[in-house]
C-alpha cells in the first residue's frame, strides 16, 4: 500500500489541501487518479495488486464506469486476460451505449476511488439490466469508512487510504478559512458547464 501511495505521490495524483469530493464531502486530501494515467508504467505497478486478486475471481467483464473507471478497466483486463468494457452517461443516466453484457455474465466494477460507493449504484444496475450479475468493487483507493461502508462489496484495491472527510458544516478546514474549497472531480464540472449552456 506505502508503495502504491508513493506512486501516486510522484505522478501527483496524490494532493493536499481543501477538495469537494463528488459525494459533497470536503477533504484534506484528493485523489486526481487521472494524473496516474498519464503513466501506464506506473498504472500498470499501481493496478498489479488488484489484478493479482482478480485473477482468483470467478470474473467475465470488468466495467468501467466513464470516464474515471475506463483506463483501469483496460489496464486491469490486459493484466488478467479478461475483457473490459465501460459504461457511460447518455442524458445523464448511466448507460452501456457501445457494448453488451450476456446474461448471467459476472461482472465486476472497476473504479478510480471509492468514498461512498453511491456512484458505482448506477453501473451495479445497468449490469443488472443487461441480465449480467455484479460481484463487486475493485478500485485503485478505496477510501470507504467502517461507520459508512460501500453499498456494493469493495473486493480489492490497490490502497486503502484513511482520509478524513466531512459534511460540509463540519469542515475544520472551513471553519480555519485559510484554503479555498477546491473541486477537481469531473461529475461538477459537468454540472457547472450544463447550467452555463
Do not use: W
Amino acid at each position: 500500500m506505502n508503495d502504491v501511495l508513493e506512486i501516486l505521490k510522484s505522478c501527483d495524483a496524490f494532493l493536499e489541501g481543501h477538495f469537494l469530493l463528488s459525494s459533497g464531502r470536503h477533504s484534506s486530501a484528493y485523489c486526481q487518479m487521472a494524473y496516474l494515467q498519464q503513466y501506464p508504467e506506473k498504472c500498470a505497478a499501481a493496478m498489479k495488486p488488484v489484478a493479482e486478486k482478480l485473477r482468483e475471481l470467478d470474473v467475465d467483464v470488468i466495467v468501467g464506469p466513464a470516464m474515471g473507471g475506463i483506463v483501469y478497466a483496460y489496464e486491469l483486463a490486459r493484466q488478467t486476460g479478461k475483457r473490459a468494457i465501460f459504461t457511460e452517461r447518455v442524458d445523464n443516466v448511466m448507460t452501456l451505449k457501445r457494448f453488451s453484457i450476456r446474461p448471467g455474465e459476472k461482472c465486476i466494477i472497476a473504479e478510480d476511488v471509492v468514498t461512498t460507493g453511491v456512484s458505482s449504484l448506477e453501473t451495479k444496475r445497468v449490469i443488472e439490466e443487461a441480465g449480467g450479475e455484479c460481484l463487486g468493487i475493485v478500485c485503485v483507493v478505496d477510501r470507504t469508512k467502517a461507520d459508512a461502508p460501500s453499498p456494493i462489496p469493495i473486493l480489492a484495491s490497490a490502497a486503502k487510504l484513511d482520509l478524513p472527510n466531512y459534511a460540509p458544516e463540519e469542515c475544520p478546514i472551513c471553519k480555519e478559512g485559510k484554503l479555498p474549497l477546491v473541486h477537481l472531480g469531473s461529475r461538477k464540472m459537468k454540472e457547472q458547464a450544463r447550467q452555463t449552456l
